[in-house]
């Protein structure tokens, strides 16, 4: 099938198979960002906006993102270094495979909550696993770059 | 899993004629277990052209679109005021918030999926769901009954004088739950409500009625719990057994209770 | 020290944390083939047939290989050091299956599709076999896993195959038997832990092409060098036919320190010529890889009424599945980076034995042994304590061993000659350890509102640096003719920094700035030899290799200046940008020294390798503390804080440290709540996902508080131990002992969940 998509702001004509998903799409055209660590719903890495909304590409039809926008890290590099910058600060990006996603969706935190607790960030994050940080310097460096205590 | 093809009907009817059309054709939801089905489905069908996402307070009832997602459960003003806030509360802990930004209602209730957090506080809150083809029935009934080949439009709850309580075990947080309950009392009527048996949510009608008709005394609120435990059937499964969950049930029933009371 | 101890931001930080192509996915050709594996259904069979006609006739398919089809050298895949201790016990496909998942046929396809395709269209024959999966049964088994009479140790490691025992042994200080019968108190226990998945969310890939006829291996390995030898010997190719290339990792946790994916891509291109790629599913990287090695410990502690342990006895069993990956290996690790901990005892006595069974074999895990020996030992220790009614703190305080204490156990001991420890603070991090936690105004419990209640409890350990008289590692370091430098390391940085901290110490050495330094690893055509990044050993090895080297090229450039300029060699300094005579009259930058230098004014690029192997192991150690907060009526146990001190020696980058010690105690965290391998009783694993397999989110894990308290380490890298393991040992003992202080409840078997919470509680109280 032939979708069109708004990856990055750029409109783009995809031919898709009906049961593609929008990562495996998105990885095939060269957003190397998205990656997949699980197949179930359950790690966060492949964290992308649809609409500006944080969603697990593995898990949308790209058919179903038809007309749709779609944000990966590639296309909000500046907002991306201000929040890798914090964590690169604390060591807490680590091996670096899920970090994309971690991004991603602290990004959209930011939108979402203002001036969020501790506990608010945590809660926010808890669909992205990380097995090398232990997330206390993820969360120091969030807490930095949002400039809550 | 394999999808032969994909439509986007612009209408309820259409939808439901292509369902019908073929044994594997199948109404998408959030997706989120798509990839976990190992079914080739001959037509995938998208019903987002139908102007189901929403979460409408009417004068009587609370009504939820079939494409609601949970995200839009947790964040709706209407569903933090009304019901002590159940349903919100019973959804924010599931996975994460891209998670929540796919799974939608109508996938959950219609699937019946024993481990819902959802399905059980829904069930407690007396809400009817309303099919295509079927109509509307009581939510007690669909999730006993089930249905073929229909397509779940909307979930509409009416709007009582209620208070309400949402519990849960679950070990690791990013995990199912071990067991949940909801509890809400409307006047004298109370519903104890239990899921992740790990059956699918089901009223603990006899502890319920007990309940209703008693004076609230630390003797009765033990005394439903007791009965919600012993009336419902649990099971093991890896990550709990029979007999822990029943323990667990009556723990979290009294607990909702006296929730509810405070 | 100027860049030594400094938080230094990793050099590919900003890279990997904006989402910039670098790991081996990234990487690879768009037009390699697909490589699927055919997995056995059965946990022990025989294949009879295997029919690939109608697999092999699907349009797009480029080859399906099966057990005849590929060389008959039996190897392992455990990346050791040659000789390695693991049995060669294995062949890349073979007519016996051992375990559920184990490979059966290897296809490659044009797309994944049609890989998938065509596996169903395989047809397999097999003879199932009863399968041997309680490892408490397995030895002397009538059911013989390894039957086959090829079987090749490099050197004895109480292999009795036809006994299911991979491997054995025993060591003993003293007279252990009567030395207990002398002890005033004498605790027992056994203890179980579970195996482990290393869930690293990079799952296990590789990609292959050939190059001027050469193979070439991309792939997210922990040893390029090792997967370079077995992949070769495997294929039965001279190993410079082979070049193994390692982008960035996306961790490993030792489950990468396996060479398990490479050779079926490399199958796949020495048949067809194409490029070649293998990518494992999440599904296959639960159970069709390796695990921690699930064991039982059986552990006696003698001692005198007033606290003194004389008399250690530990026996652990390992389930090493259906290979014997690195299983010798970690029964010694079991021992030598567990017991001696203790520097009093008149007896200590270690039996280990590492049993196959027909379940995914166990192998390499961050710890390698040790943490579910800690947790045998220490679970005891905190019971002795409660048997004597002495504070397990003054127990540790009282028993620990001592600098400058020798114990025969400690890596680098020698017959007669036992290692001496050169540098601890184990009994400070003791002492802040308490004071971090509040022990004194928290041991044992407090009531909090409600039915909830918390509890403290801790544990202390210790690990080894590198293997002593094993482990080796060079590193190149030449000038360039900018006046920069390239440091070449054959070590694998698996996301913690190892190739930060590596050019920190260049740079110290060399007194210039990090960005002065490009980093260059691994690359078996391009970087000098390194053993791998396992057994706690790259800051210390390689890192001493990188010292040297930057000594050595230091002394280079002074000589090549002095041979232009007709100065004397100890008249000159370099002090990063320039150098001078001593008096200070003459000198020269750097720079413009590097272009004379590489010119033909002086025709020799200044360049140094050198090579270091450790000749002891020199331990790191922590004490470790957590608090926990129980609900009395479910079992559900919270951990609220977890604090590490933790003695690395001098720490050279402390924001990595900081973290890997945070990692490494959120991976023991999960080891003692949450994660829990399972298997049916036909042997298929349950738990083969994150949604059934529960890998700590990030409010499970508490607050966890980090210090050190650096020790110098007189062989270390400017007094530099390892990190990277000791910090996963405490968690599970110390929270085990929190939970007994809080509510009685002594859990010894793994993990600690609600349930088994539940149940002690309801057998304490009723």
């Not at chain 1, 964290?47 to 949308?60: A, E, F, N």
Request: aromatic share 6%; glycine share 8%.
């Amino acid at each position: 099938m032939r979708i069109t998509l708004w990856i990055n702001d750029r409109q783009q004509e995809l031919e898709v198979t009906c049961d593609e998903f929008l990562a495996e799409t998105l990885r095939n055209n060269g957003y190397l960002s998205v990656r997949q660590g699980c197949s179930t719903t359950s790690c966060g890495l492949c964290t992308v906006w649809m609409d500006d909304k944080p969603v697990l590409s593995c898990s949308v039809l790209s058919v179903m993102a038809n007309g749709k926008r779609i944000t990966t890290i590639e296309g909000v590099q500046d907002e991306a270094r201000a929040v890798a910058g914090f964590l690169v600060g604390e060591g807490a990006e680590q091996c670096g495979f899920c970090i994309p996603g971690l991004v991603m969706t602290v990004l959209a935190m930011k939108k979402d909550l203002r001036q969020p607790t501790a506990e608010q960030i945590v809660h926010y994050l808890n669909g992205n696993l990380c097995r090398c940080s232990g997330y206390m310097g993820q969360l120091r460096g969030i807490k930095k770059y949002l400039g809550v205590e | 899993m394999r999808i032969n093809n994909y439509v986007a009907p612009d209408n309820l009817a259409e939808a439901y004629l292509v369902l019908n059309e073929h044994n594997s054709n199948t109404v998408l939801g959030g997706c989120t277990y798509l990839r976990l089905t190992s079914k080739n489905i001959d037509t995938a069908i998208d019903l987002s052209r139908l102007g189901l996402r929403y979460i409408e307070e009417t004068a009587d009832a609370v009504e939820i679109g079939a494409l609601a997602t949970y995200r839009d459960i947790e964040v709706s003003g209407i569903l933090q005021s009304l019901f002590s806030g159940v349903l919100p509360q019973s959804v924010m802990v599931i996975v994460g918030v891209q998670f929540r930004n796919l799974a939608t209602v109508g996938a959950t209730v219609y699937s019946r999926y024993g481990f819902s957090d959802l399905n059980t506080a829904l069930l407690a809150l007396n809400p009817e769901v309303v099919l295509y083809h079927a109509g509307r029935i009581p939510m007690a009934l669909f999730l006993e009954q089930g249905a073929s080949k229909d397509i779940l439009e909307k979930v509409i709850i009416p709007k009582a004088d209620l208070r309400a309580s949402f519990k849960y075990l679950r070990n690791s947080s990013g995990d199912y739950a071990i067991l949940n309950v909801a509890v809400a009392r409307s006047r004298d009527e109370w519903k104890i409500v239990v899921g992740a048996r790990p059956f699918r949510a089901m009223i603990a009608a006899e502890a319920s009625k007990c309940l209703s008709g008693s004076r609230l005394q630390k003797e009765d609120i033990e005394r439903a719990a007791k009965t919600t435990a012993d009336e419902l059937e649990f099971g093991t499964n890896m990550r709990s057994s029979r007999e822990y969950r029943q323990a667990v049930c009556e723990v979290l029933v009294q607990r909702a209770i006296q929730e509810v009371i405070s | 020290m100027n860049i030594v101890s400094k938080s230094m931001a990793k050099i590919d930080g900003m890279d990997l944390a904006t989402g910039k192509p670098a790991y081996v996915d990234d990487l690879c050709p768009k037009e390699a083939l697909c490589v699927k594996i055919l997995r056995s259904p059965h946990a022990f069979a025989k294949i009879v047939t295997i029919d690939i006609e109608d697999a092999s006739k699907v349009a797009g398919v480029a080859c399906v290989l099966t057990h005849a089809d590929v060389p008959g050298i039996r190897h392992t895949i455990a990346l050791e050091s040659y000789p390695e201790s693991s049995p060669y016990d294995r062949l890349i496909l073979e007519n016996l299956v051992r375990c559920v998942g184990d490979p059966v046929a290897i296809v490659a396809a044009e797309d994944e599709r049609t890989a998938a395709m065509a596996l169903q269209l395989i047809k397999v024959e097999y003879e199932a076999l009863e399968p041997v999966l309680d490892f408490e049964q397995a030895e002397g088994n009538l059911q013989i896993i390894h039957p086959e009479s090829d079987i090749v140790t490099n050197f004895n490691i109480g292999l009795d195959a036809r006994r299911n025992v991979a491997s054995s042994r025993l060591e003993e200080i003293g007279d252990i038997e009567r030395v207990l019968n002398e002890c005033e108190v004498v605790v027992e226990h056994t203890y179980y832990t579970q195996a482990q998945a290393h869930s690293m969310l990079e799952t296990h890939r590789a990609f292959t092409f050939l190059d001027r006829g050469r193979l070439v291996i991309v792939t997210s390995t922990q040893s390029p060098f090792h997967v370079q030898r077995l992949v070769a010997q495997s294929l039965g190719l001279p190993a410079n036919r082979l070049r193994v290339i390692k982008p960035r990792i996306g961790g490993g946790f030792g489950g990468k320190n396996k060479a398990l994916v490479e050779v079926f891509p490399a199958l796949v291109t020495l048949k067809t010529g194409k490029p070649a790629k293998i990518i494992y599913s999440r599904q296959e990287c639960f159970n069709s890889t390796t695990s921690r090695h699930a064991m039982r410990g059986r552990v006696v502690l003698g001692a005198d009424r007033s606290g003194d342990v004389r008399a250690i006895d530990l026996q652990v069993l390992t389930d090493t599945g259906a290979y014997g990956e690195d299983s010798a290996d970690v029964l010694v690790v079991a021992s030598h980076n567990v017991l001696p901990i203790y520097g009093g005892p008149k007896s200590v006595r270690y039996r280990g034995t590492a049993v196959y069974t027909n379940k995914m074999p166990g192998g390499a895990f961050r710890g390698f042994g040790a943490p579910q020996s800690v947790f045998a030992l220490e679970s005891a220790m905190n019971e002795l304590a409660a048997e004597l009614k002495m504070d397990p703190t003054q127990l540790r305080l009282k028993n620990t061993i001592k600098l400058g204490q020798a114990h025969p156990f400690l890596g680098g001991s020698q017959e007669g000659k036992p290692a001496v420890v050169n540098s601890s603070t184990l009994d400070q991090c003791i002492e802040r350890g308490k004071a971090l936690i509040c022990w004194d105004q928290k041991y044992p419990r407090r009531e909090v509102e409600g039915n909830r209640v918390r509890g403290v409890g801790m544990a202390i350990a210790m690990h080894g640096t590198g293997i002593a008289r094993v482990d080796t590692a060079a590193a190149t370091i030449q000038l360039n003719y900018d006046g920069g430098y390239k440091l070449l390391v054959g070590a694998s940085d698996l996301g913690t920094g190892a190739d930060t901290i590596l050019a920190q110490m260049a740079a110290e050495v060399l007194a210039t700035s990090l960005e002065n330094i490009i980093v260059y690893s691994a690359d078996t055509d391009l970087t000098p030899y390194d053993s791998g990044a396992y057994a706690s050993s790259t800051t210390y090895v390689t890192g001493n290799a990188v010292v040297k080297a930057a000594r050595l090229l230091r002394e280079e450039i002074v000589r090549g200046c002095a041979a232009i300029h007709g100065k004397s060699v100890d008249d000159l300094e370099l002090d990063g940008q320039f150098l001078r005579t001593v008096d200070g009259a003459w000198e020269i930058p750097l720079p413009e020294l590097a272009k004379q230098l590489v010119s033909a004014t002086g025709k020799q690029q200044p360049a140094a390798t050198a090579t270091f192997g450790g000749d002891g192991s020199p331990p790191p150690y922590v004490a470790g503390f957590a608090e926990v907060e129980v609900d009395l009526e479910t079992g559900k146990l919270d951990l609220l804080n977890f604090v590490d001190v933790i003695d690395c020696g001098t720490v050279i980058n402390p924001n990595l440290a900081r973290i890997q010690a945070e990692g490494g105690i959120a991976q023991g965290i999960g080891q003692t709540l949450f994660e829990d391998m399972r298997f049916d009783d036909r042997g298929e694993m349950l738990t083969d996902s994150f949604m059934k397999y529960k890998i700590p989110c990030r409010k499970d894990v508490g607050q966890i508080l980090v210090e050190f308290l650096p020790s110098l380490e007189p062989t270390g890298p400017f007094g530099a131990k390892s990190i990277g393991e000791v910090v996963v040992h405490t968690t599970a003992p110390a929270i085990a002992d929190a939970l007994f202080n809080a509510t009685g409840v002594r859990i010894r078997r793994l993990p600690i969940t609600p349930e088994k919470v539940f149940k002690g509680l309801q057998q304490k109280w009723g």
